[in-house]
Each structure stands twice: as C-alpha cells, then as structure tokens.
T-cell receptor, first 113, second 114 residues
C-alpha cells in the first residue's frame, strides 16, 4: 500500500537559511509525487510535481525537489528562506487510482527573522 | 478566472443539525473531491466523484453525503450522524485527461459545532 511520511511536524529556520522539508514514500508502482503549500485558512496550492521525467523538479517560489528512487525520498528544498514561505507543506503520492492521492501529515515551516 | 468556489467560509452549527457545504468549479473538470483536514492529520478523503451522477466513498464517508447532479457542483452535507464534525473542509477538482493526480483546491470551509 502507498504511504507518505513527512519527518517533523514543525521545522524552524532563520530568514535566508536553507529550507529542507523531508518526505519519504512507499509505493508499489512508479509514483507521481507532489508538494503542496497551504497558507493559514486557505486551500492548498501545488508547488511542484514529479511525473517520471527529470528527477530534479523545479516549482514555484524558488522551491525544488529531487526524486531519489533508491532512498524513496522526495525532499523539498529552497536555498534561502523568506518570511513569506511560512506555511504548511504537504507531500503526496499518487495511489493505485489516479483519483486518490495519499497525503503526508504536513510540516509547518516557521521562519525566524 | 477559473477556479473553485467554496461557501460559506465559516459555518456554525448546533448539535443535531445537518449542514450543506457548497462547492462550485468552472474549470470544466470531470472529477471532484471532498477532504477533511484536522490539525496534524493531513487530508482525509470523504467522497469523490469522477463523473456526473456518480460518486464513491473515500476513507471517512460515514456521517457525510454528497450529490453530483451537475458537472460544476459537488455539495457536501454533514449530517447529524457525524460524531465530530468540527473541522476544515476542502473541495478539489482534477481533470482526467492525462491525469497525473494534480488537484486544484478551493479556499475551504471551516465548520464549528457549538
């Protein structure tokens, strides 16, 4: 069965520092992988997605993620954090059906001034 | 602009009352979804619909009902049978053509039971 694990419910970084949010998955089929961002009291917005093309995926707002099959990981990074990056981030993997995504529990990113 | 509109944004309900959350999309998407979000639990699928007049239960359908009479609309009713309905509810849609699972979300409805 597919599953997604996000390490750390909260991650705190200083403004200007590297952002690293971790996501590990399990899947019995080649996966599609996603990162979504959610600002307070809003819906989710797609940051980036991996669909079996390039393993390094670039998204919006300067974020990128690398698909590592050997490590079953899809960690999200950004070289320099900005205050506006404070939000909750969700990793998701496609299920057996394309109509069902499997979601991680989310990681709240806190930016310290 | 195309998108998904959820209403109301905030809703208060007394115990024992049914409430209906509205979800409308103008993206011409065939598939629509309802998720429930609780702190620290990610998103849990309540119901989804791949096509008009058809829908399937998700992981936590008990105490909820839906209808899909029009492509654009997928309302969710939270019934009195739902034991813990206070939550943030998210509606989403996707297009099946070349579908890779990407979802488009509304801004959510926050339901509080008094």
């Amino acid at each position: 069965a597919q599953s997604v694990t996000q390490l750390g419910s909260h991650v705190s970084v200083s403004e200007g520092a590297l952002v690293l949010l971790r996501c590990n998955y399990s899947s019995s089929v080649p996966p599609y992988l996603f990162w979504y961002v959610q600002y307070p009291n809003q819906g989710l917005q797609l940051l980036l997605k991996y669909t079996s093309a390039a393993t390094l995926v670039k998204g919006i707002n300067g974020f990128e993620a690398e698909f590592k099959k050997s490590e079953t990981s899809f960690h999200l990074t950004k070289p320099s954090a900005h205050m506006s990056d404070a939000a909750e981030y969700f990793c998701a993997v496609s299920g057996i059906s394309n109509y069902q995504l499997i979601w991680g529990a989310g990681t709240k990113l806190i930016i310290k001034p | 602009d195309g998108g998904i509109t959820q209403s109301p944004k905030y809703l208060f309900r007394k115990e024992g009352q049914n409430v209906t959350l509205s979800c409308e999309q103008n993206l011409n998407h065939d598939a629509m979804y309802w998720y429930r979000q609780d702190p620290g639990q990610g998103l849990r699928l309540i119901y989804y619909s791949q096509i008009v007049n058809d829908f399937q239960k998700g992981d936590i359908a008990e105490g909820y009902s839906v209808s899909r009479e029009k492509k654009e609309s997928f309302p969710l009713t939270v019934t009195s049978a739902q034991k813990n309905p206070t939550a943030f509810y998210l509606c989403a849609s996707s297009s099946p053509q070349g579908n890779t699972g990407e979802l488009f979300f509304g801004e959510g409805s926050r339901l509080t039971v008094l």
